[in-house]
C-alpha cells in the first residue's frame, strides 16, 4: 500500500481469480507462487486438492497484483506449460454471462433475478428463454429480456434448441441455467453445453430420479425432502452434483405440500450453485465435483 | 397432589398412553375422549392423523387417570369395539424388552447402551446378540448378557436366527433392533417379526441402497450422506423408513472419512428411531410411517 | 360426501379452523369435540398443549362441518362460557389483513409479496408502509399499495405511527409485519400492536440484541449466524419468539458477507412466521409462543 | 511408492502438519512453499487466511516429505526467522496428551473416551480428573486412569488447580478440556493454561451465559438449543468460540427435557473441537478463532 511521494498515481491494484488442473506432482504451489511474486502479486485466497481417485491436483487462488492482465498471464504461462495445466485466469466478481432456461414454475428464475439485482450472484442475465409465457412479467419487472417459445413436439423442440444455441453464440454465453425448465434436452445439446450448464432436480438425488419426485417421496414416505444442482449431462439426472440441500418433514404432509415445502430448497440450492461455478469455485474431477468455498 | 386430610392415602394418578387406527369417520375423537372421561382420566398429549392414502384415522393418546388398568380397559373397550379400532393400551414410560443384534461396529451399540443406562432410552435389553465376539467386553461393561454366534454359511445362519427366535420367546421380546448386524435376515424372519424390528442403513435411502454406501456415496459425489432407520422387512432396504438424518461433507472425504462422520448420524438415527417406537410413538400407514412426535 | 338423490344440491361443506386457551382442567377435549359432533363436524386436524408454566391448556382444531358460522358458533359457546375460554372460530384458509412495515430492505418484502402472489401465504397485503422510497418499484411490481413517509425526528415519527394507526382501521388489519423496518416504534404504538405485531431480528436472540448483530456476530466469532421473528412488544428485542433459524459461517466471512448471508435466513423466517401467525397456528403463553405446527 | 530395486530400502515418506501465524505481507506463500521444495517435500493439504482485523496471515499445511525433523526444520527455520512467524511444527496424526476435567455428567467424558478408543480422535488420555468419584467406572472401563478430589471451599478449590497443574506438568500436558467440569476456573489457572484448555458451555453463546441455560432458555421460549465450545479464559464464558451446534426444539419441551436433548449437542460440539484442536486445525486470531477445516 506505501508508495513513493514522487509518483503521482497510486499503483492500480487487480484482482485475480485462477484455477488449475494438472496430474499432481511436488512443487506445484512453490511453481504457481513463484509466478505471482513475479507478478507483483499477493495470494488473498487459496484452496488446493489432491485427488487420490484421478491422480490430478486442482487449486484455486485470488490474487491482488499490480501486474495487468498480459504481464500476469505472461508471468504464469511457463508454469502452466511446464505441468501441463488447464487453466483459467478471470477478474474476482466479473459477473458471468448467464443464459436462464425456464417453463412455468417462478420461483428459481424469481431468486436468481432477485439475487442478481441485489448484487448478491455475479451473472449477468441477457436473456430469458421459456417454452411458456407465463414469466414474462415477473422477467420483465427485473429488466430482462424474455422470449417464449413453445416446445410441443420434436420439431418445435429442435427450434428452441437452435434458439438456445443461437442465443449462447450472440450473448458469448458462459453458464446455461435450467431453472426449473421441465423438457428434457437433447444428448446433441447437453454434449453442446458439457461443463457449462446446471440443472436443479427437485429431489436429494440419487433418490427420485426422473419425473414427479415429490410424489415418489411421498409415497416413500421419507423424513426428510430436497434439492440437487448438477451439471447438465446427456445421462438424465446423473451429472456430476455441485450443491444439495433438505428439509424435514413429516406423514402429515401431503404431495402438494411437499412441492411448496421443497421450492424453497430448490431455489436456494440452484443459487448458490451458480454463485459458486461463477465465482469459479466449482471444478470437475471425474464425475464429482470439487467446490473449494 | 392436594387431599383431604381425611382421606388415609393419596389417590393413584396412572398415566396410560393409548394407540388407535381405524377406519376414519366422525366422532372418534368425542367417543375415545368421552371413555376417558368415564374412565376419570385427563388427556396430557394427544396427535391425530387422517391418512387420505389408506383412508384410516390414528390417535395417540396421554392420559392421566384415577382408573387402573382393567377399569380404564373396561371403559375404553366399547369403543374400540364399535369403530373396529386396533388399540394398544400401555403404561407411560415402561421400558419395552428389546433384543439387539451386532456385528463388529460398537458405535450403534455403545449408543443404544449408553443412554439405557442414563435413563434416556425406554427400553430393557437382556441380551446383545452378535454373529462376532468383539463387542463383548462393551456390552459387559454397560452390565448386559452378551452371546455370540458365528454365521458362515448357511447351517450358522440357521442356528443364529433359531437363536434369535428363542431369545424373543424367551425374553418376551417387544423390539428387536439392528444395530449394525451386517447378516441379511431370511425372509422367513423378516415375516416372523415384522413390524417390531428396526434396522440401520448407513444412508439416506432410496440412494444408495445395498452394500458399501458411503462407497457409492464418494462415488456419486453427494454433498450430504445420511443414515435412515426403518422397518425390516422380507424387500430389503424398502421397510417404511421411521427416521432419517443428513450430515455435510465435502470434496475432500475419502469413503473412509464418510465412514467415520456417518457413524455420528447412524447411531443418534437409531436410538431417536427406537425411543419413538419404546414410547409408541410410531404407526405403520402401509408403506408409510406416521410419527407422533 | 354421499348424499340422498333426493336432495338436489350436495351439502356445504365448511373447514373451521378452532383455537381455544383456558385454565386447565379434565374434561375439555371431551367437551369441545362433543360441541364439534352436535355441529355435525369431523375433527381434520387437532393440536393441544398444557403447560406447566401457567396452568393453562392450550388447543387447535380444525375442522370440517355441515354447519354454517351461526349454527357451529351456536354449538360451542355453552362449552366456551363454561370453561372461561378465550376462543378464536375462523374459515381455514382465510387471508388475514395484512400491513407491512419497511425500510429499505428488499430482501424480506419480496419474499412476503412474492410467497402471497404464489399463493404460498395466506395473507391479503392491502398496503406497503415505509420511512424510505426505496421499494416503491418492487412492491408496485407484486400489484400492492405503498406509501412512504420519511421519518428524520419525533414529528415525523409521530406523523408515521399515526398513518400506521389509520392504516390499521381502515383496513381492519389483523397483522402488522415488521419486515427489516429499522425504526423503533414507540411504547404506546407497541402496547396498541400487542401480539399482532411482528419483527424480525437479524440475530438468534437473545444473543445480539440492539443495532448492527452482524457486526456483534463477527467480533464475538459466532460459527453460527441466524434470525428471530418474534412478536413486538415496548421491551426491545424481548417478545415472545416465534421462528428461529441460523446457518453456519466461518471465520473468513467479513461483516458485510455476514449481512448477506443472513438474508435469507431473514427471509425465510418471517414468512415462517407470518405463515404459522396467518393460519392460527401461533398462540401465546406467557412470554413464550406455543407452535401448532 | 516405487523405488529402484538396487535401492535397499524404500525412502522413508514423513507427514508433517505446519501452522504458522505472522504479520501479513506479499510473498509469504511463495517463501514457504519454497523451503518446502528445499525439504523434498510435497504440500498435500493447505489453507490460509489473511485476517482484516488484526492484520495477520495464517496457513496450515500438510506435506509428504522425505525429510526428517531435523532436516525438516533446518529447511523451514530461514524462512521463519525472516517473516517474524509463530510456527508449529508436528507429526500428522500425532494423539495430544490430553487431560480430561470432569465432575458427575458422564456423557461428554463418555464420547471423548469412546471415540480415542475407536481411534476417531488423535488425542492420548493419561487421566481423568474430578471433583466428584461418579464417574470412576466408566472411566475405569474405557482403561484411562482416574482420580477425584472433592471441591467444597476454597482450600479443596486450591488443592484441586494444584493437582490439575502437577498431572499437566506430570503428563507434559498439551490440553485440558473441561468435559462438563462445573466448577469455575480461578483466573491464575485460566492464564496458566491460556490457549490450551477447552471448555463445553451449554448454550448457543453468546445467549445465555452463566448458570442453568437451559432453564434460561426455556423461559426465554428459544426455538433452537444449542452448546458452544470455546477456549478458556478469565472471562466467564467469553472466551474463543471454536465450535457450535443447534438443535431445534417446540414449546412442549420442560427444562429437564432440554437438558436431555442439548447434551448430545454437548458431547458431538465438544469432540468436534478437540478433534480439531488436536489436527491443529484451530488458531487463534485476537478474540476470534481461525478453524482450518
Known amino acids: 500500500m506505501d508508495f513513493d511521494a514522487a509518483v503521482p498515481h497510486p499503483p492500480i491494484h487487480h484482482h485475480w481469480v485462477i484455477t488449475v488442473s494438472c496430474p499432481d506432482q511436488p512443487g506445484i504451489v512453490h511453481a504457481v507462487s513463484g509466478a505471482i511474486v513475479a507478478a507483483r502479486g499477493n495470494i488473498t485466497e487459496s484452496q488446493q486438492f489432491s485427488s487420490a481417485d484421478t491422480g490430478r491436483f486442482f487449486i484455486r487462488l485470488q490474487v491482488e497484483s499490480l501486474a495487468d492482465r498480459s504481464e500476469f498471464e505472461a508471468a504464469l504461462a511457463p508454469v502452466i506449460e511446464h505441468y501441463g495445466m488447464a487453466a483459467h485466469i478471470d477478474t474476482v466478481g466479473r459477473p458471468l454471462r448467464t443464459l436462464v432456461l425456464a417453463s412455468t414454475a417462478a420461483h428459481c428464475?424469481?431468486?436468481?433475478?432477485?439475487?442478481?439485482?441485489?448484487?448478491?450472484?455475479?451473472?449477468?442475465?441477457?436473456?430469458?428463454?421459456?417454452?411458456?409465457?407465463?414469466?414474462?412479467?415477473?422477467?420483465?419487472?427485473?429488466?430482462?429480456?424474455?422470449?417464449?417459445?413453445?416446445?410441443?413436439?420434436?420439431?418445435?423442440?429442435?427450434?428452441?434448441?437452435?434458439?438456445?444455441?443461437?442465443?449462447?453464440?450472440?450473448?458469448?454465453?458462459?453458464?446455461?441455467?435450467?431453472?426449473?425448465?421441465?423438457?428434457?434436452?437433447?444428448?446433441?445439446?447437453?454434449?453442446?453445453?458439457?461443463?457449462?450448464?446446471?440443472?436443479?432436480?427437485?429431489?436429494?438425488?440419487?433418490?427420485?430420479?426422473?419425473?414427479?419426485?415429490?410424489?415418489?417421496?411421498?409415497?416413500?414416505?421419507?423424513?426428510?425432502?430436497?434439492?440437487?444442482?448438477?451439471?447438465?449431462?446427456?445421462?438424465?439426472?446423473?451429472?456430476?452434483?455441485?450443491?444439495?440441500?433438505?428439509?424435514?418433514?413429516?406423514?402429515s404432509r401431503s404431495p402438494g405440500e411437499l412441492v411448496a415445502i421443497g421450492q424453497d430448497e430448490e431455489s436456494r440450492t440452484l443459487s448458490q450453485a451458480v454463485k459458486w461455478f461463477a465465482e469459479r469455485r466449482v471444478l470437475q474431477d471425474g464425475a464429482r465435483t470439487i467446490i473449494f468455498r
Chains 1, 2, 3, 4 share one sequence.
Open 109 to 251: 428464475v424469481n431468486d436468481l433475478l432477485f439475487r442478481q439485482r441485489a448484487g448478491q450472484l455475479p451473472v449477468h442475465i441477457p436473456l430469458v428463454l421459456s417454452n411458456h409465457s407465463t414469466l414474462r412479467d415477473l422477467v420483465g419487472f427485473h429488466g430482462v429480456p424474455f422470449e417464449s417459445l413453445p416446445v410441443t413436439d420434436a420439431a418445435s423442440k429442435a427450434a428452441f434448441e437452435e434458439r438456445v444455441l443461437r442465443a449462447v453464440d450472440e450473448h458469448d454465453i458462459e453458464l446455461v441455467v435450467l431453472a426449473r425448465y421441465m423438457q428434457i434436452l437433447t444428448p446433441e445439446l447437453c454434449e453442446r453445453l458439457e461443463g457449462m450448464a446446471i440443472n436443479i432436480h427437485h429431489s436429494f438425488l440419487p433418490g427420485f430420479k426422473g419425473a414427479n419426485p415429490y410424489k415418489q417421496a411421498h409415497a416413500r414416505g421419507v423424513k426428510l425432502i430436497g434439492a440437487t444442482a448438477h451439471f447438465v449431462t446427456s445421462d438424465l439426472d446423473e451429472g456430476p452434483i455441485i450443491e444439495q440441500n433438505v428439509v424435514r418433514v413429516d406423514h
